[in-house]
């Protein structure tokens, strides 16, 4: 079945605690994305990568990183999570010479830095 | 990518074609019309997309008007499970930053 995967699907964590969350599609695509998604602020897009080794910044980058070593797997990297990143985190895929607007979302992970 | 007003709330009975409307007046050429839905707190999940020519598909048609200033989405037969937030995103065909702009939808409710 063709998915995008995320691990853990919840997590709750101290501040200053590095943590990472995976996101891992069998889809063979090129782009990845990484979105938070927060009440009243909608979905916005953290990070992004168009194939391997190749990473982006998207539109709210500040405290986290991602690698893009193999084409399958896309983590997110918070180094030391603050409060403020609580939020529920979407990894999303799509093909390179696709419809960009056609997405595939992982089912997400509840983060919560205490 | 162009901006995108949808109502807030829309009720739709069981059984009944659901039909959500999009304004997207300050549409380019080169932007499609995209539409997504999230069941609570799921990942987002692809609809269906159009440039200009009405579009179905197995969950949904999408119609575009003439002018392309708005659009509606059907849902022919709604039932329980289409209860979710719907999206309507306007941006061009491809672009690196692969990035979606969402709103904040419109909230159907199926009711039995």
């Known amino acids: 079945e063709a998915q995008v995967t995320q691990n853990p699907r919840y997590l709750i964590t101290v501040t200053g605690k590095k943590l990472t969350v995976t996101c891992s599609q069998n889809?063979?695509?090129?782009?990845m994305s990484w979105y938070r998604q927060d009440p009243g602020l909608g979905l916005r897009q953290i990070y992004y990568?168009?194939?391997?080794?190749?990473?982006d910044k998207g539109d709210v980058p500040e405290g986290y990183k991602v690698s893009r070593k193999e084409k399958r797997n896309f983590p997110l990297i918070l180094e030391s999570p603050s409060p403020n990143q609580t939020s529920l985190y979407f990894c999303?895929?799509?093909?390179?010479?696709?419809?960009?607007?056609?997405?595939?979302f992982g089912p997400g992970t509840r983060l919560t830095v205490t | 990518d162009a901006k995108t007003t949808q109502p807030t709330s829309m009720d739709c009975a069981e059984g009944r074609a659901a039909n959500l409307p999009c304004n997207h007046s300050t549409i380019s050429g080169n932007e499609y019309v995209y539409w997504y839905r999230q069941i609570h707190s799921q990942g987002p999940q692809y609809i269906i997309h159009g440039l200009k020519n009405n579009e179905t598909n197995e969950m949904a048609s999408l119609i575009i008007t003439e002018d392309r200033k708005s659009s509606t989405l059907i849902l022919p037969h709604a039932t329980l499970r289409d209860t979710a937030v719907y999206y309507c995103?306007?941006?061009?065909?491809?672009?690196?930053?692969?990035?979606?702009?969402f709103g904040t939808g419109t909230l159907l409710a199926v009711q039995p």
């Open positions: 995103i306007v941006r061009r065909y491809g672009g690196a930053t692969n990035k979606l702009i």
């Open positions: 990568s168009m194939n391997v080794e190749v990473t």
């Open positions: 889809m063979n695509h090129e782009y």
């Open positions: 999303a895929s799509r093909l390179a010479g696709g419809v960009a607007g056609e997405q595939y």
